[in-house]
């Protein structure tokens, strides 16, 4: 476990916020698509994508859904410290980001993207962000990658509409791009899966509960797929057999 001093903290909406760590021993540089198991004192430990990483900072972006979310973005002071072990899991590499990408991300499935997209800056180019949000100030948090790639996105408060909605106008003209990649809640990867099918080579975030992050206690079992362990990058094709 690493000691990690907060020394920044940047609230994007009521609910998400960027957490800057300044780690105290190094680790080594994170893949995108990678996490660190974020030990919160007093509260759980709990998986959070890598959304940036220079030297020795690392940043979370952590959006609240119970209580240990909700302490990190409402209440946690700069200056306080956390536990970091990882980074786990297997990120992105760059041999898969070949050609013109569509990136499909809902809600806070835009962390781990907010590190790819400024890490393959180069290789990305002419790629395509379609992105959902539950609120257009939860949105704010794409407005670093205007520089880096189109971005298209609804809300579902403005837009009354769903990344899966905007991702069907683009299905006709789906073959214009080389590569997906997906990331956001469970709901919103089974249905990208499944509406692309077999038309375009896919990859897949996965999310799932997550205990010990180390292949040990089960938790994130998906068949004979740990999350943890084997993802959390798989093939979009595995990953329509993982949930069948
Ligand atoms: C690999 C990975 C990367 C993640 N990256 C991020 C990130 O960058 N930013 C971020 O905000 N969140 C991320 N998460 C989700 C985050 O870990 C959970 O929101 C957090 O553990 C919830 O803790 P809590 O104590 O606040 O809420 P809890 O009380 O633990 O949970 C609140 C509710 O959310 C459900 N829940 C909790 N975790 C998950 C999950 N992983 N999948 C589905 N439902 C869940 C619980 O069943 C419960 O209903 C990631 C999860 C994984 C597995
Ligand atoms: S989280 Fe424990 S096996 Fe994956």
């Known amino acids: 476990m690493i000691p990690s001093k907060v020394v920044e903290k940047v609230v994007v909406c009521r609910d998400v916020a960027h957490i800057y760590l300044k780690l105290l021993k190094p680790i080594v540089k994170p893949t995108p698509g990678q996490f660190v198991m974020v030990w919160v004192p007093g509260y759980e430990e709990i998986p959070m994508s890598v959304s940036d990483f220079s030297d ?27 536990g970091v072990r990882g980074p786990y899991g297997k990120g992105v590499t760059e041999d898969l980001i070949s050609g013109k990408g569509l990136f499909i991300v809902g809600g806070i499935g835009i962390a781990p993207i907010l590190y790819l997209v400024k890490y393959y800056r180069e290789l990305i180019k002419g790629s395509k962000l379609l992105a959902g949000f539950v609120s257009r100030d939860e949105s704010k948090v794409t407005d670093e990658l205007i520089n ?11 837009d009354g509409a769903t990344v899966i909605d905007l991702l069907k106008k683009y ?3 789906i073959n214009n791009y080389d590569y ?10 089974d249905q990208v ?5 077999d038309s375009l080579r896919g990859y897949v975030l996965t999310e799932s509960l997550m205990k010990c992050g180390l292949g040990f206690c089960g938790s994130c079992a998906l068949k004979d797929f740990l999350v943890c362990r084997d993802g959390t990058l798989v093939d979009a094709s595995r990953y ?4 069948s």
């Open 56 to 82: 020795d900072i690392l940043r979370i972006t952590v959006k609240c859904r119970g209580p240990t979310t909700n302490y990190l973005v409402r209440e946690l002071p700069v200056g306080s410290y956390l």
């Open 148 to 158: 880096y790639l189109e971005v298209d996105m609804v809300s579902e408060d403005v």
């Open 171 to 173: 299905l006709p003209s």
């Open 180 to 189: 997906y990649l997906v990331s956001g809640p469970k709901a919103v990867l």
């Open 193 to 197: 899966v499944n509406l692309v099918g």
């Open 240 to 243: 329509r057999w993982l949930i």
